[in-house]
């Protein structure tokens, strides 16, 4: 059953330079219990993508399509909505949790506001419920750490503390921006398996957001590749890494390091730069770094086609493959 469906999001932000669209007619599903990675270069628009199924969005952005919620469309909730929507529907954890939590108050407060804000939990009800979810989240001693303030914690035991804020109100679904860029590789491996083991015992649905192929490939069922604001590629995580069909997604794969690489040998990297919003291109966003780029690119969008079952590209030479 299908719990978020977002269709032809558009996301205009004020620019220095104007109106521009940092995300361009994005369209995805979310089962129930579903897992979907978003991943792309720095700039392609996962954040931007992520926030807006929040409301929010920076002052002065523009967003159009439809974000269905279980058949309410969050793009049309007012704030007091948007409030119950989020934490109690769609719970969101950050890339650098210090940045989400509030320095001067003890971590137990701050676990304990959304407990009585949406489920009327206080006193020694609360106090319990915080210690079995920094349990849950497997913070060390926490009867100790339910007193801590965030500067007390490390970098992993915060964001520890940042998914049990977000686990505390036992969402639908579970929105995780970067959460483990900001931290050393093992302990990286120790929240990514936390997220994942939550996602199968609660059975809420998780986006993944990362630039990381790794993370993505071995934590979700679906994948969408964005660039430039749009996704260019999408599909079941096997048929996808299985068969790259866009040229984005192929050089975004041929610059991860892998295992049994020469020694000394350079990855590869995808030539050029990405571009200010205001300067992509109008049609195919990718266009000005494509090897493959022809007329056409310049001059229409190119179409999600089915590529296979459960894969499709957006590549005008994709198209063209067959009859060519
Ligand atoms: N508040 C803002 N005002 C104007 N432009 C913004 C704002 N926030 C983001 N942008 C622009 O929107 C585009 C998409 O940004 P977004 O943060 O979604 O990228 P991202 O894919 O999450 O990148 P990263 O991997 O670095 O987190 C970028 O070009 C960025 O510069
Ligand atoms: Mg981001």
């Given at each position: 059953m299908t719990l978020l469906s977002v269709r032809d999001l558009t996301v205009e932000l004020q620019t220095s330079r104007g109106m521009a669209a940092a995300v361009r007619g994005v369209s995805f599903d979310l089962e129930k219990g579903g897992t979907l990675g978003i991943v792309g270069e720095s700039g392609c628009g996962k954040s931007i993508t992520a926030l807006s199924l929040l409301g929010l969005l920076p002052d002065g952005a523009r967003a159009t399509g439809r974000v269905d919620l279980d058949g309410t469309d969050l793009l049309s909730l007012d704030e007091d909505d948007l409030c119950h929507v989020r934490g109690n529907r769609i719970a969101m954890i950050f890339q650098e949790p210090m940045t989400s939590l509030n320095p001067v108050h003890r971590i137990g407060r701050q676990i304990a506001e959304p407990l009585r804000l949406h489920r009327g939990l206080g006193g020694a009800g609360a106090r319990e419920e915080v210690l079995r979810l920094l349990h849950r989240v497997g913070l060390p001693d926490p009867a100790r750490r339910i007193n801590a303030y965030p500067h007390q914690l490390s970098g992993g035991q915060r964001q520890r503390v940042m998914i049990a804020m977000a686990l505390s109100c036992a969402p639908d679904i579970l929105l995780a921006d970067?959460?483990?860029?900001?931290?050393d590789v093992t302990i990286q491996g120790q929240i990514l398996d936390l997220i994942n083991e939550l996602v199968e015992d609660t059975g809420m649905g998780l986006i993944l957001i990362s630039h990381d192929l790794g993370v993505i490939s071995e934590s979700v069922d679906n994948v969408a590749v964005m660039y430039g604001g749009a996704i260019v590629e999408q599909g079941t995580t096997d048929r996808l890494f299985a068969d790259l069909v866009h040229p984005y997604s192929q050089g975004l794969f041929a610059a991860v390091p892998r295992p049994g690489a020469v020694r000394g040998a350079r990855l590869q990297t995808i030539a050029g730069t990405v571009p200010e919003l205001a300067d992509l291109p109008p049609a195919c966003t990718f266009a000005d770094r494509c090897a493959k780029a022809s007329p056409v690119c310049w001059r229409e969008t190119p179409a999600m086609t089915a590529f296979g079952p459960g894969h499709a590209a957006a590549c005008h030479h994709h198209e063209r493959r067959g009859d060519a």
């Open positions: 970067e959460p483990t860029t900001a931290l």
